[in-house]
């Protein structure tokens, strides 16, 4: 079963996450991780003026765009995202918006989804953005899996992740990386929701 982990990722956070999940994914028999990005809509004079954003846009430059064909493959789908002032990013949020023919032929309904998403700071809008975002999730018909408290790292992380789903803390300059307690809640949400859409396919 393929599981789109579809993401937006402006420094690379969000991407090393995804390659996390892409991880736990790959540790149920059967679940195949399959990882695409969205569409940028920053001015391309905006990324060239900023180190930073070349060298986020350079780490990702092999993924391929998501199409509606890897949607409809999927058997589950991992959204990824940064907050954006408490909110998912217009990237990611503009390819759901293009959702709609998949919307009105009910091809998203009863297929699991989750997010997971990263922050400058630690109070910076992680629970808001996942919250936010699985509204759109429910109107497609998609059925919300989070991280369950059996993960124990959701005890003792001093970074990001919640039950909501996976997070990071990516601090003001974008350089700290993802700590062991982090990736460990994004393998654990790959892992689930590769399980549980394995689950339904079998009903």
Same mark, same amino acid.
């Not at 998403?117 to 992680?126: F, I, M, P, R, V």
């Given at each position: 079963m393929k599981v789109l982990i579809v993401y937006y990722s402006t420094y690379g956070n969000v991407y090393k996450m995804a390659k996390l999940v892409a991880e736990g994914v790959k540790e149920i028999k059967g679940g195949e991780p399959v990882v695409r990005k969205v569409p940028e809509l920053t001015p391309q004079s905006v990324i060239e003026s900023r180190n930073d954003m070349k060298a986020g846009r350079d780490m990702q430059k092999d993924v391929p765009l998501v199409t509606l064909d890897d949607f409809k493959d999927a058997g589950a789908i991992a959204f990824g995202t940064p907050t954006r002032f408490g909110n998912? #990013?217009?990237q990611l949020k503009n390819q759901i918006d293009q959702l709609t023919s998949l919307w009105f032929a009910g091809e998203l309904e009863g297929k699991p989804a989750g997010i997971f /998403? #990263? /922050?400058? #700071?630690?109070?910076?809008?992680?629970e808001t953005t996942i919250l936010t975002l699985m509204g759109p999730l429910l109107h497609l018909g998609m059925i919300l899996v989070g991280v369950p408290y059996s993960v124990k790292e959701l005890f003792t992380t001093q970074g990001g992740g919640s039950p909501y789903g996976p997070g990071h803390i990516a601090g003001l300059d974008g350089n700290r990386e993802i700590d062991p307690q982090e990736a460990a809640i994004c393998r654990a949400f790959g892992h689930r929701l590769a399980e549980v859409g394995l689950q339904l396919q079998r009903k």
């Open positions: 998912v #990013s217009a /998403t #990263s /922050t400058a #700071s630690l109070h910076g809008g992680q």
